[in-house]
Structures are given as structure tokens and as C-alpha cells.
């Protein structure tokens, strides 16, 4: 008996050093795969007035600029005519005032660029047109010009004192409220674009420096900080939107929803490698030369059309730069997106466009819809199919 023993327990013995030998049993390969899939028809739009001028942390300012006329307005918080003295209101003497703006962004090329600050009604309002206040920026309303001959990003400041005064002085009627327009002129057509948030450093700001009496019958100095209540630009002319074309940015600024089919062997079963969304111009961009700006692709967490939710994590976010007078096909990588496409709870194939910074920035780009001949939205997909394992 032990003659047949030892055989049997040989023959069961594994051979680790040995190459592996399964063929009914192995992955059968590993087939890397391509496919595009256009946007579905009319399953894209444009929608307007997300945000309006004002509301995009900078102003636009331009002059002759054949993408737009823009001159800005800055009303600021009204100044007290008196100020608090222990249990009493003081009134106060006013020493100097400055008023402080910042040049954000300019184009270094153009020279003979002169700022020029107005002074405007102070009932200027959110209400006010272009039309309302063209005939304020006269000469004979300039409050001071800042020459900007070199440089870019700057803080402009002008200081007034004496006979200077008269120039910022506000009439008892106006409640302590100042309100400023702002213009440019250059050697050649032009834009730059000024800050505007209350409470940053590129903001605009009206100072006062008063003198005060004190209760020993000495003077004490004080500083009446006063930043915008609102501040806003105001293009001459819009251009018409045209439902056959997707544009984002503009003012008020664009947003475009972008649908996608999503089979469901890419939803289901399909390993994605890469995932591209490509946006044909069907202009060239608009914008301030040397201004880059963005596109941003974000998925939708549900579909409300122009309401849809959108992501907030950058990592799911396509993003693409745009250049002035680019004309090229717009590429966003957007497989990190697509992979919540996926899985027993997908989420909605579709993306809302918008541009960065909105409403900060003179770029409005134009691509295709499905509307557009040979411009059709895409989505370019690399994927892997599971491996097709055979049957033991």
C-alpha cells in the first residue's frame, strides 16, 4: 500500500516555480476602445442674466474698444456731516480728501492711457443706463486724470486740499453721498478693468480727513473711511443673443447647458481612461489682448436646465483657457466628471458652461450647438471594456 501512497500525493503537489498553464480560465484580453458622441439636439442652450455688471469683482472701462464701450460708475456710502464726541455730535473741518482706485489690468502695448474720474449725480442708482449719464462725462465734470504709462496692476490715488476741494465738495441736498464715473483715453482703442469689491485691496475708497474740537479746546485729527455702496459699468450697446450658437460670459453673463446621450455600456461595464469635451468657435474671441480668461465645464448633480446644481469640487470641474483671437477647436479633459456617469445611481449626463471671472472680463467666446453645421458639441471617450473571461 505505501508503493501507491507516495505517487498519488507527488501528482498533488503545486509547482510554484512553474509558469502558469490556464487557458479556459484566464482574461481573455484587454481592448482599449474610442467612440464620440455628439450633444444631444437641442439639448443645448444658452441661458442670460446669472449675474449683471457690478457683480464680478472688477469694472470694465474702455474706449473705442470694438468689443465694447464700457464706462463704469462707483457710488459711495454717504459721510456724516458730524461725528460722535463722547455723548455729543461734533461737527468737523475738513482737511483733505483722497480718493483711491485700482487699475487691475491693462494692455502694456497701448500707451498715452489716461484715467479720468468724474463727477456724476448722486442719484445714480443700479437703475442708471449709459444713456442716463453720457452727458456727465463733460470736461467741465473731470475730478482729477491719472497718466498710466507704465506697468500693469496699480493703485491710482488723487488727493485734494484748498482750492481743490470744490472739485469733491457735496451739496447739502446729496445727504453726504459722492458718486464718481470712470473713463479712459489712450493713443489707440483700448480696455482695462478697475477693482470693485468692498473690502479688498483693489477696492475704491473715499477718505476724508477732518479736524475735530476737542473738550481742552485742542483739535483732534480723524479719518472718515467711506467704500462703495455700489459700484457698476455700463456698456454703450449689447449685442443680440443668437439661440442658434451657445455664448457664455456677455452682459449680464451667459451660462449654456450641454447634454450628453451616455450608453449604457459606458455606464454600466466601460473603464474610462479619458474623457475629452470639445467646443468649436465659430468666431474668434473676443477680448482685451494678453486677458486670459476660462472656460468651466461643470457637471450637474441634477437637471433643472438652467437652475441645475452644479459641482464644487475642482477635481470634476473641465477647465480650458481662452486667448483673445483664438480660433482653434476648445478642448476640456472632463473623464474625473464622467466617471459619476457611472454606476447604479448616475448622476445627469450634462454640463453647465460658464466663463472665469464672469462678468470681470472683456472675453466672450461663441462656439457651435447642435443647431450649427460642422460645429457640433462632442465628447471624445477612450474607455476599456471588462475583461471577457471565458467559461471554465
Known amino acids: 500500500m505505501p508503493v501507491l501512497v507516495l505517487p498519488l500525493l507527488a501528482a498533488c503537489q503545486e509547482r510554484l516555480a512553474a509558469p502558469a498553464d490556464c487557458p479556459n480560465l484566464c482574461p481573455g484580453g484587454y481592448t482599449i476602445r474610442d467612440t464620440i458622441l455628439n450633444a444631444i439636439a437641442d439639448g443645448d442652450t444658452s441661458f442670460p442674466g446669472f449675474l449683471v455688471a457690478g457683480q464680478g469683482g472688477q469694472l470694465r472701462v474702455s474706449w473705442q474698444f470694438p468689443v465694447s464701450e464700457d464706462r463704469s460708475l462707483i457710488q459711495f456710502v454717504g459721510r456724516p456731516d458730524s461725528l460722535v464726541i463722547g455723548d455729543s455730535m461734533a461737527p468737523y473741518t475738513i482737511d483733505s480728501v483722497a480718493l483711491e482706485v485700482s487699475l487691475v489690468y491693462r494692455d502694456t502695448a497701448v500707451t498715452g492711457l489716461k484715467l479720468f474720474l468724474y463727477r456724476l449725480p448722486a442719484t445714480v442708482d443700479t437703475a442708471t443706463t449709459f444713456i442716463d449719464v453720457d452727458t456727465a462725462f463733460t470736461q467741465a465734470n473731470i475730478v482729477d486724470s491719472f497718466v498710466v504709462d507704465t506697468g500693469n496692476a496699480q ?29 479712459i483715453r489712450a493713443d489707440q482703442g483700448t480696455g482695462v478693468r478697475i477693482g470693485s469689491p468692498a473690502g479688498s485691496a483693489t477696492a475704491p475708497i473715499f477718505l476724508t480727513y477732518v479736524q475735530l474740537p476737542n473738550s481742552d479746546t485742542s483739535t483732534v485729527s480723524r479719518i472718515i473711511t467711506r467704500t462703495a455702496r455700489f459700484a457698476t459699468f455700463l456698456p454703450q450697446s449689447l449685442p443680440a443673443p443668437d439661440p442658434d450658437v451657445l455664448t457664455i460670459g456677455g452682459v449680464p453673463s451667459a451660462r ?137
Open 155 to 183: 493703485r491710482l490715488r488723487a488727493v485734494f486740499s484748498g482750492a481743490a476741494l470744490s472739485r469733491v465738495a457735496i451739496p447739502a441736498a446729496d445727504s453726504g453721498v459722492l458718486a464718481l464715473g470712470v473713463q
Open 256 to 392: 449654456a447647458v450641454l447634454r450628453f446621450p451616455w450608453p449604457a455600456f459606458l455606464r454600466d461595464s466601460a473603464q474610462l481612461i479619458r474623457g475629452t469635451l470639445e467646443l468649436v468657435l465659430t468666431t474668434p474671441v473676443e477680448g482685451l489682448p494678453g486677458d486670459t480668461a476660462r472656460v468651466l465645464a461643470r457637471p450637474v448633480l441634477a437637471d433643472f436646465g438652467a437652475k441645475s446644481p452644479t459641482a464644487s469640487d475642482a477635481f470634476f470641474v473641465g477647465v480650458a483657457a481662452l486667448v483673445p483671437g483664438q480660433t482653434d477647436t476648445v478642448r476640456f479633459e472632463v473623464r474625473p466628471a464622467l466617471s459619476a456617469w457611472q454606476g447604479r445611481t448616475p448622476r445627469p449626463s450634462t454640463f453647465i458652461l460658464q466663463l472665469a471671472p464672469e462678468m470681470g472680463t472683456f472675453t466672450r467666446p461663441i462656439f457651435g450647438s447642435t443647431r450649427t453645421t460642422g460645429a457640433v458639441p462632442r465628447l471624445r471617450v477612450t474607455y476599456a471594456r471588462t475583461f471577457p473571461f471565458e467559461d471554465p
